[in-house]
């Protein structure tokens, strides 16, 4: 099993342009979200879904898109980058009704 | 979800063992007690978790008072890879959502 693998790690955008973070798992986990970490600071989460086709707002929406089209992927989406979005994004993902969260390895992204 | 209030950082001896407090004062009867650790800037590591009784893992152990309004995370013999930011953090059984503190940033001295 790779886990949850999430691509790239490393991104620069300019500021009004757009990009997809990639997210993957291959253990069948029912749930994934999004969480962002910015400098000295905890996590926070952007958006979660359940299942397939099944999403809803986090703590910090605002700026992003998710979809869930598969059990296995839940790619997040900039659409139009703001340097308030420089930070540090994680995917995770877990069983419903599991014990613990499996966490990928991050993107860095910087908006300049 | 309840918050938690965690020291923002300890200090520790290589080979000793570490204790992390975590204070939960307005704990629900049904949330459960995690501890996920953080690794320079990698993605957050599940540690442990427990309701109301002591557990024990491979990693660590998860001491809960009994009025469970705080509870110890132990590190048995620290290592300088135990380095990292830990978090203490409630959940409901069978939740997935995780309410992030800023977490308590322990060092392992040599």
Known sequence: NAGVTQTPKFQVLKTGQ?????????????????????????????????????????????????????????????????????????????????????????????VV | DAKTTQPPSMDCAEGRAANLPCNH??????????????????????????????????????IITEDRKSSTLILPHATLRDTAVYYCILIFQGAQKLVFGQGTRLTINP
């Open chain 1, 18 to 110: 757009s990009m997809t973070l990639q997210c993957a798992q291959d253990m069948n986990h029912e749930y994934m979200s999004w969480y962002r970490q910015d400098p000295g600071m905890g996590l926070r989460l952007i958006h979660y879904s359940v299942g397939a086709g099944i999403t809803d707002q986090g703590e910090v929406p605002n700026g992003y898109n998710v979809s869930r089209s598969t059990t296995e992927d839940f790619p997040l989406r900039l659409l139009s980058a703001a340097p308030s979005q420089t930070s540090v994004y994680f995917c995770a993902s877990g069983r419903t009704g599991g014990t613990e969260a499996f966490f990928g390895q991050g993107t860095r992204l910087t």
């Open chain 2, 25 to 62: 004062s307005t704990i629900s009867g049904n949330e459960y007690v995690y501890w996920y650790r953080q690794i320079h800037s990698q993605g957050p590591q599940y540690i442990i978790h427990g309701l109301k009784n002591n557990e024990t893992n491979e990693m660590a152990s998860l």
